[in-house]
């Protein structure tokens, strides 16, 4: 939307430019120096689509409330550019992209020490387990489904922010077990002394499920408390998470027990 701005008359620019303003004339400058601050307390979210019309549909119904200002790269190189310009606080990532796919995109995100930790949303249009498990092990945080709600997205976007700025470190934290030790203040994992390479997601559903040792806790309260909301993802996906952290993890892998019908426990 473009904005028509009058001149100011003859008379305004006279008495702007040499008299005084009127008392009850509120300060010319004060607009402006609210502008940065609003700006400043927005959450950044990058949004890396090829398909304009999508991309620019994303981008309205983010920032509609005000508190999210979205950036759009409709290429793998170019969102690589622009996150090493200013990391954003989450990145909504398209898994077919041009130049560079959206795997391989995930994956230098994830090398970056600035993006390690940006919570990651991947779209794509592959249905198959197989598919969603390669882009989570590639560092994805989650991922929706083409074709998908904007409502729904915009509500795992708002969820994932919610959980706290990216880079904003944990409460210190440590356990060491008969094999497992962790260090979740430095991030670090290791299982018989050898450390273990877990995805930001993998990484919190452990210090979670450490932090509840010998607790119950159900695929429900898993969402929630790790992935920042109770709907809208399938609890499917915890399954898959708990899996492969379980595999990573070797013979530590036996703490973390399924309750049928309940959910995970982490026994010491």
Same mark, same amino acid.
């Given at each position: 939307?473009?904005?028509?701005?009058?001149?100011?008359?003859?008379?305004?620019?006279r &008495?702007?430019?040499g008299a005084?303003?009127?008392?009850d004339?509120?300060? #010319?400058?004060?607009?402006?120096?609210?502008?940065?601050?609003?700006?400043?307390?927005?959450?950044?979210?990058?949004v890396?689509?090829d398909?304009?019309?999508?991309?620019?549909?994303?981008k309205h119904?983010?920032? #509609?409330?005000?508190?999210?200002?979205?950036?759009?790269?409709?290429?793998g190189?170019?969102?690589?550019?622009?996150s090493?310009?200013q990391?954003?606080?989450?990145?909504?990532?398209?898994l077919?992209?041009?130049v560079?796919?959206?795997?391989? =995109?995930c994956?230098?995100?994830?090398?970056?020490?600035a993006t390690?930790?940006?919570?990651?949303?991947?779209?794509t249009?592959?249905?198959s387990?197989?598919?969603r498990?390669?882009g989570l092990?590639?560092?994805?945080?989650?991922y929706?489904?083409k074709?998908?709600?904007v409502?729904?997205?915009?509500?795992?976007v708002?969820?994932?922010?919610?959980r706290?700025r990216?880079?904003?470190?944990?409460?210190?934290?440590?356990?060491?077990?008969a094999?497992? &030790?962790?260090d979740?203040?430095?991030?670090s994992?290791?299982?018989?002394g050898?450390?273990?390479?877990? &995805?930001? #997601?993998?990484?919190?559903l452990l210090?979670y499920? =450490?932090?509840?040792?010998n607790?119950v806790?159900?695929?429900? #309260?898993?969402?929630?408390?790790?992935?920042?909301?109770?709907?809208f993802?399938? &609890?499917?996906s915890?399954?898959?998470?708990?899996g492969?952290?379980?595999?990573?993890l070797?013979?530590?892998?036996?703490?973390?027990e399924?309750?049928v019908?309940?959910?995970?426990?982490?026994?010491?």
């Amino acid at each position: 939307m473009t904005l028509h701005v009058l001149p100011p008359t003859r008379t305004d620019h006279r &008495t702007t430019a040499g008299a005084a303003a009127p008392a009850d004339a509120a300060p #010319r400058t004060s607009p402006l120096r609210s502008v940065p601050a609003a700006r400043a307390n927005r959450r950044r979210v990058l949004v890396v689509e090829d398909e304009l019309d999508i991309a620019e549909l994303i981008k309205h119904t983010l920032e #509609r409330g005000g508190d999210i200002e979205v950036e759009l790269a409709a290429s793998g190189d170019a969102a690589l550019k622009a996150s090493s310009e200013q990391p954003p606080d989450l990145v909504v990532l398209d898994l077919n992209l041009p130049v560079l796919s959206g795997l391989e =995109v995930c994956r230098i995100l994830r090398q970056r020490a600035a993006t390690a930790t940006v919570p990651i949303i991947m779209l794509t249009a592959r249905t198959s387990e197989g598919d969603r498990v390669m882009g989570l092990d590639s560092g994805a945080d989650d991922y929706v489904t083409k074709p998908f709600s904007v409502r729904e997205l915009a509500a795992r976007v708002r969820a994932a922010l919610r959980r706290g700025r990216a880079g904003e470190a944990p409460q210190a934290t440590t356990y060491q077990g008969a094999h497992l &030790t962790a260090d979740f203040d430095a991030v670090s994992v290791q299982v018989d002394g050898v450390a273990v390479k877990l &995805t930001r #997601r993998e990484f919190e559903l452990l210090r979670y499920l =450490v932090d509840n040792r010998n607790r119950v806790l159900s695929r429900d #309260r898993l969402l929630e408390r790790v992935w920042g909301y109770d709907r809208f993802i399938e &609890t499917r996906s915890v399954d898959v998470h708990v899996g492969r952290l379980r595999a990573k993890l070797g013979a530590a892998g036996r703490q973390i027990e399924t309750v049928v019908g309940l959910g995970y426990r982490f026994v010491e």
